[in-house]
Antibody
Framework: QVQLQESGPGLVKPSETLSLTCTVS????????WHWVRQPPGKGLEWLGY???????NYNPSLKSRVIMSVDRSNYQVSLKLTSLTAADTAVYYC?????????WGQGTLVTVSS | IVLSQSPGTLSSSPGEGATLSCRAS???????LAWYQQKPGRAPRLLIS???SRATGIPDRFSGSGSGTDFTLTISRLAPEDFAVYYC?????????FGQGTKLEIK
C-alpha cells in the first residue's frame, strides 16, 4: 500500500513562497494522480489541484495562478509551490494519491503564515 | 459545484442508525461523489467512492447511495468509533469541491 509523507517549513512569512514535498513509498508514482488538499485550523477541506506523473496539471482557480505542482519520478516525490502567501493560507496541507477507487492520504503538515 | 451537507451536527447513540445528506448545486458528473470520515488530528479516510462503492476495509455498516444532485451516506448500527466529522467530495467536475461537513456526535 502506498504511503505518503509531507515535509516542509512549519512557518513561513507573508508574501513568501511555500514549498512542500510529498515523498511516496510502497507504490509506483505513475499509477496515481497526485492531489493537494488543505484544511485551515478548525475548518473544512479545500482541494488545491492535481498533477499527473506526466506533468499534466489542473489547479483550483481560487488560487489565482499562485500554485505550481510537479512530480519528480526519479526521487518518488511530488511538490507543491504556493506563492504570495497570506495568513489565509495557514492550514494543514495534505498530499493525496488517487486511483479510480482508492485515495491515499499523507498525515498532513501544518503551515503557519506569520511574520 | 457547491455541495451542501445536512445536518450540520447529528446527535445519535451507539447502535442507532444515521443518515447524512449531501446535495449538489448541479448534477455530479458520472456520480463521482465520495464520502470521507475525519477524526481530530487525523487525515480524512475514504469510505465511499463513485457514490456507492465501499473502499477497501470499510465495514459494511457504511453505505452510500444517490445520483445526480442528491447523495446519502447511511451508517447502520453506529459503533463508538464512528463518531467523527463526515465530508462529501465531488470529483466529477473541476474544481473538485468538498461539502462543509457533518459532525456526528454522541447523544
Amino acid at each position: 500500500q502506498v504511503q505518503l509523507q509531507e515535509s516542509g517549513p512549519g512557518l513561513v512569512k507573508p508574501s513568501e513562497t511555500l514549498s512542500l514535498t510529498c515523498t511516496v513509498s510502497g507504490g509506483s508514482i505513475s499509477d496515481y494522480s497526485w492531489h493537494w488538499v488543505r484544511q485551515p485550523p478548525g475548518k473544512g477541506l479545500e482541494w488545491l489541484g492535481y498533477v499527473y506523473s506526466t506533468g499534466s496539471t489542473n489547479y483550483n482557480p481560487s488560487l489565482k495562478s499562485r500554485v505550481i505542482m510537479s512530480v519528480d519520478r526519479s526521487n518518488y516525490q511530488v511538490s507543491l509551490k504556493l506563492t504570495s502567501l497570506t495568513a489565509a493560507d495557514t492550514a494543514v496541507y495534505y498530499c493525496v494519491g488517487a486511483t479510480d477507487d482508492s485515495h491515499y492520504w499523507g498525515q498532513g503538515t501544518l503551515v503557519t503564515v506569520s511574520s | 459545484i457547491v455541495l451542501s451537507q445536512s445536518p450540520g451536527t447529528l446527535s445519535s447513540s451507539p447502535g442507532e442508525g444515521a443518515t447524512l445528506s449531501c446535495r449538489a448545486s448541479q448534477a455530479v458528473t458520472s456520480n463521482n461523489l465520495a464520502w470521507y470520515q475525519q477524526k481530530p488530528g487525523r487525515a480524512p479516510r475514504l469510505l465511499i467512492s463513485g457514490a456507492s462503492s465501499r473502499a477497501t476495509g470499510i465495514p459494511d455498516r457504511f453505505s452510500g447511495s444517490g445520483s445526480g444532485t442528491d447523495f446519502t451516506l447511511t451508517i447502520s448500527r453506529l459503533a463508538p468509533e464512528d463518531f467523527a466529522v463526515y465530508y462529501c467530495l465531488q470529483y466529477g467536475s473541476s474544481p473538485y469541491t468538498f461539502g462543509q461537513g457533518t459532525k456526528l456526535e454522541i447523544k
